[in-house]
């Protein structure tokens, strides 16, 4: 996770380095070639603290996502940004340019809310109710409408995405996931 932190600081350092070059990548709604920006808006970011905003949510609830093994991390991960990243080019409002790792984050968010009552495994009930603990105020914030320069679209999706992949990726007492990964 830090890794993957330090990518996006390095992404927006060579954003601004270039004149915001990067922020085309975001995703422009409804246009058909917009789509293959869907996985990259998730790693561009539209300045220093939207970055910032992103990275020590991104850090913790990734570190403890990815507790559970690191390909069922990656598969979680994949699955949040391509569902965010569709569900924003769909929802949006038009003329508008998404882009930044909130939506994943607020997938791990909704994950490992669920996850742990989804295959019944006390640990995992724990890290839900302190990840609801620490996180949840901003999270409902964050999906509020209205709020001016936020996507509460993607938030949202994201959100809906993790709740998707707890169920998706379940694991059992006696089966490594319900998709396999």
Do not use: K, Y
């Amino acid at each position: 996770m830090v890794a993957w932190v330090a990518l996006l600081w390095l992404l927006e350092v060579a954003d601004m380095a270039s004149g915001h070059a990067l922020d085309h990548f975001g995703v422009v709604p409804r246009t058909a070639s917009e789509l293959v920006d869907v996985v990259p808006s998730s790693f561009v970011h539209f300045g220093f603290a939207h970055v910032a905003a992103n990275s020590v949510p991104l850090l913790v609830l990734g570190f403890l996502a990815a507790l559970g093994g690191l390909r069922r991390f990656a598969a979680v991960c994949a699955l949040i940004i391509v569902c965010d990243g569709l569900g924003v080019w769909l929802i949006a409002p038009a003329h508008t340019n998404t882009a930044g790792a909130s939506g994943l984050v607020f997938g791990l968010f909704g994950f490992l809310l669920c996850s742990g009552f989804v295959e019944r495994r006390p640990m995992g009930v724990v890290v839900a109710v302190l990840v609801g603990a620490v996180w949840g105020g901003s999270i409902l914030a964050g999906i509020a409408p209205g709020q001016t320069g936020v996507s509460w679209q993607g938030h949202l999706i994201g959100l809906l995405a993790g709740v998707a992949s707890a169920f998706l990726f379940r694991r059992g007492p006696d089966r490594r996931g319900v998709l396999t990964v």
